[in-house]
């Protein structure tokens, strides 16, 4: 998913599944900074106080996408979490190692990692912890079929979609070509197919297996299973019991598909901007809702936490205070840092998968 998926179309589900809006833009805004979070350059303060932070992102084609260790570090936890091929962890899966790695979505390892989550609902950072969590949970829907390492297994051929005319859809094969060719990670080489909420697509899979995606029925599947997960959220049900939650009404999914279908611009940042104005005019019927994302600025929660660095002795440092650490930025990074270790030291181990 973009930041139309991770951010607004997040809050909305957030806001179905009975959560306030204060809460909801908490975990709305770290839902879509797990995509922005891509410096791990340690703050200094002038205090001689200091935090370290991970990245969650690499932006495609970036360098390190190269350096193996990197990718699992980001790409599996929170972008194609392993699916386990659907098997539980009391059940190894015959066949390569590949295949386990590669993402389904609601799968049990999912499931796991939801309940992995909850553990820490009464932390002060849970609201931030659940957007991460909101974050991957959508991407095993978005991201399905595909798994976040170097692997053939990733390759995409054939490419065909109804959102492009005929000379773009050529265009998009040779450059979809050239990245399988060199780096098939993820879905780098389906480009933003998978991302696009109001396509149908096609492919061959690195498999040799023929593909059909229909988006918007997948984005409808991962916003009923979001909004369950926060719903079991709301009524404290650490054993993640989604299956006897009601999730999103008929009402509520009609809404959601017109957003999905009619804000169909290719650009994801475009799409972002129209559904924070039909929050605005309360197409959503929650009432007019002023939502934004800000990643840098006065606005940001970057700034809020840190305010501006002054280079001192060839270092950039910040001024300390106190209120740094409840800061909503640094209860982010604590909510990432805890995730990102729970989740390769004890979740994917428990399925016997080893990945860091």
């Keep these: 998913m973009q930041i139309d998926g991770h951010h607004t179309l997040t809050y909305v589900v957030a806001r179905y599944a009975g959560i306030d809006h204060y ?32 990245v969650s992102a690499h932006k ?22 392993p699916g386990n091929e659907g098997f539980p962890s009391s059940e190894t899966p015959e066949g390569s190692f590949i295949n386990r790695l590669i993402c389904m979505p609601d799968s049990q ?11 820490h609902w009464e932390r002060p950072y849970a609201a931030q912890m659940m957007g991460v969590a909101m974050h991957v949970y959508a991407d095993t829907f978005a991201h399905q079929g595909f798994a976040g390492v170097i692997h053939d297994v990733n390759r995409v051929d054939e490419l065909e979609s109804t959102s492009t005319s005929l000379l773009q859809k050529v265009k998009d094969n040779l450059f979809s070509y050239a990245i399988s060719e060199s780096s098939p990670l993820g879905h ?20 040799g297996k023929k593909v059909e995606r229909d988006n918007t029925k997948i984005f409808l599947d991962a916003a009923d299973a979001m909004c369950k997960a926060m719903q079991c959220w709301k009524s404290r049900d650490t054993s993640i019991d989604i ?75 910040y001024p300390y205070s106190e209120a740094f650490l409840t ?30």
């Design 23 to 54: 809460t909801a833009e908490k975990v709305a805004y770290s839902a879509q900074y797990v995509d922005e979070a891509t410096n791990d350059s340690q703050i200094y303060f002038e205090n001689g106080a200091m935090y370290d932070r991970i």
């Design 60 to 81: 495609m084609l970036d360098y390190r996408n190269t350096q193996e260790l990197a990718n699992n570090l980001v790409w599996i936890p929170f972008h194609f979490l």
């Design 109 to 119: 390892v999912a499931r796991d990692m939801l309940k992995m989550v909850a553990q």
């Design 188 to 207: 780098g080489a389906a480009l933003s197919f998978p991302d696009r909420p109001y396509t149908s697509w096609e492919y061959q899979n690195g498999l």
């Design 243 to 317: 299956d006897n939650q009601p999730g999103l009404t008929k009402d509520q999914l009609a809404l959601i598909k017109h957003a999905l279908l009619t804000i169909n611009d290719e650009s994801g940042d475009a799409r972002h901007r129209e559904w924070l104005k039909w929050l605005q005019e309360d197409k959503f019927e929650l009432g007019a809702v002023d939502l934004s994302f800000d990643i840098e600025g006065q606005d940001s929660w970057k700034f809020n936490a840190r305010g501006e660095a002054t280079k001192i002795d060839g270092v950039f440092k």
């Design 327 to 356: 800061s909503d930025w640094k209860y982010f990074h604590d909510a990432l840092k805890t995730y990102r270790l729970e989740i390769i030291r004890d979740v994917l181990p428990s399925y016997g998968i080893c990945v860091a």
